[in-house]
């Protein structure tokens, strides 16, 4: 049987992976490390609403702050990428000579 983990446990594990992800974008830059880096984020923060009854306030602030800005400094690629995708698809399901598909072509 598995030891249960304490709510800090689970935090410092979800930081250590969101430094992971950002090690792997640095690595291996790609849509799908912007991606994780952002859902990393996403659950450090989840992780410290549950631990603020016992982080120092200043902690707290300065750990959500750094999570927030991470993702929101990655928000804009990430829209871009999934912008991108869709206008793939959109540029494969029409025929070459479409109207739009020189312009779309010339975004991508």
Known sequence: MRKPRSAVDVGAARVRALLGELDAARANPGVAQVHQIRVACRRVRSSLDVLAPVLPRKMQKRA????????????????????LQHLHAWLASRPPDHLGATTAAELI
């Open 64 to 83: 959500r702050r750094a999570a927030t800005s991470l993702r929101r400094f990655f928000g804009p690629t990430r829209d871009a990428d999934v912008g």
